[in-house]
T-cell receptor
C-alpha cells in the first residue's frame, strides 16, 4: 500500500533553535499534505493544509510565521518549527492524500520533537 | 466549529467479545468517514473508510454510517488483546478541500 515517510522520527533541540521535519509520499504523488500536532493523550489537531506549489492554509490559532510549511514537490512537504520553545514539544504527524486511491489519506510515522 | 465527538473510554471488553465504538459529527456536509487505530506513541493507521449509509464489513471490522443521525460506529468482532489501542473517528469535510477532522479517540482494552 501507499507509504508516507517522515524524518526525523525523534529530534531534540535547544530552545530558540529551528527544526525541520520532512514528509515524503514514497509511491504516489501527493498534491495535498496535512500537518497535525498531537499532545499526550489528546487527539490530532490539524495545523495546516499544504498544497503543492502554493502557500499552506493554516488553521485558526496556528502561527504561520512560527510553523513554516513548504510543499515544493509532489512528494515532499516540510514543516519547520522556528524559534522552538519547550511548549512546542509534541508529536508532529503528516498525512498525504492519494488521488489514485479514492483520495484516501495516509499518515506518516510521526516525529517526536522535544525542545529543551 | 466542526466537531467530531467520541467517548474517551476506556472501553474494556473480554477477548472474543464484540467491541462497539461510536462517533457523532456536527458537519452535515461531511461525505467521508474514517476509522483509524493508534497505538501509544505511534502514528494512526487506517482501518476502514465508509462513504454511504449502511454497513461496510472488512474482516472482523464493520463500519456503520447513518448520515441522518450524523453517527458513525465501528464494531470489532472476536476482539483480540492486540486490538487494544485508541480508535480515532475522522470526518472529512464536504468542502472539497479534503480536510479531515479527528475525534479525541476511544481507548479500547481487550482483556485476555
Amino acid at each position: 500500500g501507499a507509504v508516507v515517510s517522515q524524518h526525523p522520527s525523534w529530534v531534540i533541540c535547544k530552545s530558540g533553535t529551528s527544526v525541520k521535519i520532512e514528509c515524503r509520499s514514497l509511491d504516489f504523488q501527493a498534491t495535498t499534505m496535512f500537518w497535525y500536532r498531537q499532545f499526550p493523550k489528546q487527539s490530532l489537531m490539524l495545523m495546516a493544509t499544504s498544497n503543492e506549489g502554493s502557500k499552506a492554509t493554516y488553521e485558526q490559532g496556528v502561527e504561520k510565521d512560527k510553523f513554516l510549511i513548504n510543499h515544493a514537490s509532489l512528494t515532499l512537504s516540510t514543516l519547520t518549527v522556528t524559534s522552538a520553545h519547550p511548549e512546542d514539544s509534541s508529536f508532529y504527524i503528516c498525512s498525504a492524500r492519494d488521488r489514485g486511491v479514492g483520495n484516501t489519506i495516509y499518515f506518516g510515522e510521526g516525529s517526536w520533537l522535544t525542545v529543551v | 466549529q466542526k466537531e467530531v465527538e467520541q467517548n474517551s473510554g476506556p472501553l474494556s471488553v473480554p477477548e472474543g467479545a464484540i467491541a462497539s465504538l461510536n462517533c457523532t459529527y456536527s458537519d452535515r456536509g461531511s461525505q467521508s468517514f474514517f476509522w483509524y487505530r493508534q497505538y501509544s506513541g505511534k502514528s494512526p493507521e487506517l482501518i476502514m473508510f465508509i462513504y454511504s449509509n449502511g454497513d461496510k464489513e472488512d474482516g472482523r471490522f464493520t463500519a456503520q454510517l447513518n448520515k441522518a443521525s450524523q453517527y458513525v460506529s465501528l464494531l470489532i468482532r472476536d476482539s483480540q488483546p492486540s486490538d487494544s489501542a485508541t480508535y480515532l473517528c475522522a470526518v472529512r469535510d464536504g468542502t472539497g478541500g479534503f480536510k479531515t477532522i479527528f475525534g479525541a479517540g476511544t481507548r479500547l482494552f481487550v482483556k485476555a
